[in-house]
């Protein structure tokens, strides 16, 4: 374990874990959901905001911000949190993922990856090493080692050769990260759904020794039952007393069985991306305020809620902000789902306490199912 | 006077003008800037915002509104201060301006104006008694008559047709407005750049008798100078009694020269528009942050001010975040802006209230043209 950098696992209900991760910059409090604050920002809410809904950390993108503004331009402005007015941890990731899914003419070798920016097509280099020194000027307090990831389906050769390869940058990446006191450095399980190369990247990651390891290529289009059934078969090979951080996912649902299988970490841009859409989610279930049933619906998405996007605005004023193209509707359907999700996962972490997490799980799942709309 | 609405002229300095405009739903301290909140919202503000900027009163725009939820909508669910959550005055505007400037296919006769909605074609007929009873639906504060308003160029026949046309509505429109406690009716003062139009205009409008004056037709192509001009044309031949308000301007530095000739009230797009687009205003100017030139500038826009768009974030992160195309940088510089103008204009209510309004206006526009940027 780096110095100043722990987690310590209070209960486990099952399978599912109730933990806390300490940073030099503060507790992230387990099970978490990390808004994604992709270009230094999470998008439609104010630094204040994501703060007040519960939110212990948040995840910035390597990739954005070494296009734009440029990681040395971020540690001369005295790192990103500063740039950014955000006090608590941030994690980064690697820019791996964003490479393979945003980058132009990639190019991954075993140095590492050259792209062009999908901004202007500049060229650019990402090997481990410039990954670890980017997160480093970022002044990240977790930061994630490069690894590649495969989109799905792909064969199982492509899984092995990609997963190999990321366990050798994984090698490249821990030897980068050095001695960073309240910092931690996560190594990334690949090997598509295959059990067996998820093992061995398991293994082979947990040798190397990470403060924390980091499930990754999920949620890339393999759908549900095969990712549910991924973590099944990773997470038994991962060192119990370490976080594990299921990349990238997910919905609320995803959420709650992912932790019902020992995930102690999420992020996606989801809530965010889906508030700009017109879609919320609620204790009540999905509800697309685009949708014409909205338009005279006097009732707050959630009355009991303390987020006033969810408890003061009517679903018909919601309604017609997003009909109108008007910037309040984003912000106030992408702050409200911020504020559920940091609510679910309250709710989470207070029933993994109680030993009532089976029991949370079915009523939660049974509320959304249950909705909030007379037929 | 309609009941309960009434103007109290504080003082005056020179030809500035200090008053309070007091309606059943609150005071407005005048010179007055109002926000325009074009369809029930404050673009890129939260209406708590609006308020703690010191804005009494903001500005709705027919023309938006009924198209889309359309006044009877609004008036189901409590009314415009209900739906849009906010609880101060609100003025509305009457259509005229957008019919002109947004709407397809017009066709203006004695009765009113058809057109074409701008958003799916669809028909609508405004007439000047349409537009009371949806400004008495929405629940409006300060009605606006109904008014032809002509773009410039114009001829000198276009613009006095298009003043007796406005003020034979101005008489149904005062006739329609009936008897509504609290709140207050505006007539709008046409005539062009014509300074016999314009008296002409203002004195059939003072005959009627209106709780407030508007001087509109201006700020569209005329330029500064001519505006000027025409308010100096115009105001005197207006009641010293009742409130005087200049429809679309403007700049700051345009509501500094019109105060300077006794208007009391302002709205304009400017602020949000402008912010949206990456300019801010300030006590030093305008700043654009789109420039280079800010992206590595560690300071906020104004360290002084008690708004934190203008006192936390960088101008190097308002940069980054404007030309990421981010939500946030939109919001900050849209807030900026509108606080901005709110404190220019209390600036101004205090200088007037000192009998210092001209040495507070030659100090406004030279610390504008100091700016502080060294060169």
Chains 1, 2 share one sequence.
Request: aromatic share 8%; hydrophobic share 35%; net charge neutral.
């Amino acid at each position: 374990m780096s110095e100043g950098f722990s987690f310590t696992l209070h209960k486990t209900d099952g399978t599912a874990r109730r933990g806390t991760i300490t940073t030099g910059r503060g507790e992230i409090r387990t099970p978490a959901f990390m808004p994604v604050g992709t270009a230094g920002t999470v998008k439609g809410l104010y630094p204040e905001q994501v703060c007040e809904t519960g939110a212990d950390i948040i995840l910035g993108n390597v990739y954005h911000l070494m296009l734009r503004p440029g990681p040395e331009e971020v540690a001369k402005l005295g790192g990103l949190h500063k740039f950014a007015n955000w006090p608590r941890p941030i994690l980064t990731d690697s820019g791996g993922f964003q490479i393979m899914s945003l980058a132009k003419l990639r190019k991954i070798s075993e140095k590492g990856a050259v792209f062009q920016s999908h901004i202007d097509g500049r060229k650019y280099e990402l090997t481990p090493e410039r990954s670890m020194e980017i997160q480093r000027l970022l002044g990240s307090d977790i930061q994630m080692q490069l690894d590649e990831c495969l989109m799905y389906p792909h064969t199982d050769k492509d899984a092995e050769r990609a997963m190999q390869l990321s366990l050798r940058w994984a090698e490249r990446s821990r030897q980068a990260f050095g001695k960073q006191p309240g910092r931690g450095n996560f190594g990334i399980v690949q090997g598509g759904v295959n059990e067996k190369l998820r093992r061995l990247s398991a293994e082979g990651l947990t040798a190397i020794g990470f403060e924390g390891y980091a499930i990754g290529g999920l949620a890339v289009g393999e759908g549900q039952a095969l990712m549910l059934q991924t973590i099944e078969n990773t997470a038994p090979h991962l060192p119990t007393d370490r976080p594990r951080y299921l990349m990238g996912v997910g919905t609320p649902e995803d959420i709650l069985e992912a932790v019902a299988r020992g995930v102690d970490m999420f992020d996606c841009v989801m809530p965010t991306r889906s508030g700009r859409h017109g879609q919320a989610f609620t204790r009540f279930g999905k509800i697309n305020l685009r949708n014409a049933r909205h338009a005279d619906d006097p009732r707050p998405l959630d009355p009991e809620s303390p987020c006033p996007a969810l408890s003061v605005y009517s679903r018909a004023y919601l309604h017609h902000l997003i009909r109108s193209g008007e910037l309040l509707g984003m912000m106030l359907l992408s702050w409200a789902n911020i504020a559920y999700y940091q609510s679910l996962m309250q709710g989470i972490r207070d029933a993994i306490d109680r030993g009532r997490f089976e029991e949370f799980r079915l009523a939660t799942k049974e509320q959304w199912q249950r909705g909030d709309i007379s037929a």
